[in-house]
């Protein structure tokens, strides 16, 4: 296992107590159509993290691969005048993860966390392992839990 997940695993076991089932994919999970081929789900399943700044400050939205995260909707949720997609320094140092492989748990920093609620239609959703070519299956409520996420429509 690479070295970062396995980081990722880690940091789930000590936060959360589980070990997640983390498979790794040599042509890599870059995007979600990528990822759903290589795990032969749909893209849909994806639960793809995607890091935002709002006002300055860092949040994580966890959507569907299926769906592209509409900033306005994050804005008047948060109440942000300006809300931007997070540089990859700001999102590797508020959650300790580089863009591509961030998951949706395990950040460095306590961030919000917006879930997708188109997410919750599955029994189980795929989500990133710390690179770009690791995921992982999970149950979209216990996410959800895990993530203290607040569930609304990001799309």
Same mark, same amino acid.
């Given at each position: *296992?690479?070295? +970062?997940? !396995?980081? $990722?695993?880690?940091? /789930?076991? @000590? @936060?959360?107590? $589980? /070990?997640?089932?983390?498979?790794? $994919?040599? %042509?890599? +999970?870059?995007?979600?159509?990528?990822? !759903? %081929?290589? #795990?032969?789900?749909?893209?849909?399943? #994806?639960?793809?993290?995607?890091?935002?700044?709002?006002?300055?400050?860092?949040?994580?939205?966890? +959507?569907?691969?299926?769906?592209?995260?509409?900033?306005?909707?994050?804005?008047?949720?948060?109440?942000?005048?300006?809300?931007? *997609?997070?540089?990859? +320094?700001?999102?590797?140092?508020?959650?300790?993860?580089?863009?591509?492989?961030?998951?949706? #748990?395990?950040?460095?920093?306590?961030?919000?966390?917006? $879930? &997708?609620?188109?997410?919750?239609?599955? %029994?189980?959703?795929?989500?990133?392992?710390?690179?770009?070519? /690791?995921?992982?299956?999970? %149950?979209? &409520?216990?996410?959800?839990?895990?993530?203290? /996420?607040?569930? *609304?429509?990001?799309?």
């Amino acid at each position: *296992m690479h070295p +970062t997940a !396995a980081a $990722f695993v880690d940091a /789930a076991e @000590t @936060t959360y107590g $589980f /070990a997640p089932d983390v498979h790794e $994919f040599e %042509e890599g +999970t870059k995007t979600a159509a990528d990822a !759903a %081929e290589a #795990i032969g789900c749909d893209v849909a399943q #994806i639960a793809s993290s995607i890091v935002l700044v709002a006002d300055g400050a860092v949040v994580v939205v966890v +959507t569907s691969g299926a769906n592209r995260v509409e900033e306005s909707l994050i804005g008047e949720y948060l109440d942000a005048g300006d809300v931007r *997609m997070a540089e990859p +320094t700001e999102a590797k140092a508020a959650t300790g993860w580089s863009i591509g492989g961030v998951p949706p #748990i395990c950040h460095d920093e306590s961030v919000p966390v917006l $879930f &997708d609620e188109t997410l919750l239609g599955y %029994e189980t959703v795929w989500a990133a392992a710390g690179t770009p070519d /690791a995921v992982w299956p999970v %149950e979209p &409520d216990a996410l959800v839990e895990m993530a203290d /996420a607040t569930v *609304m429509a990001v799309s």
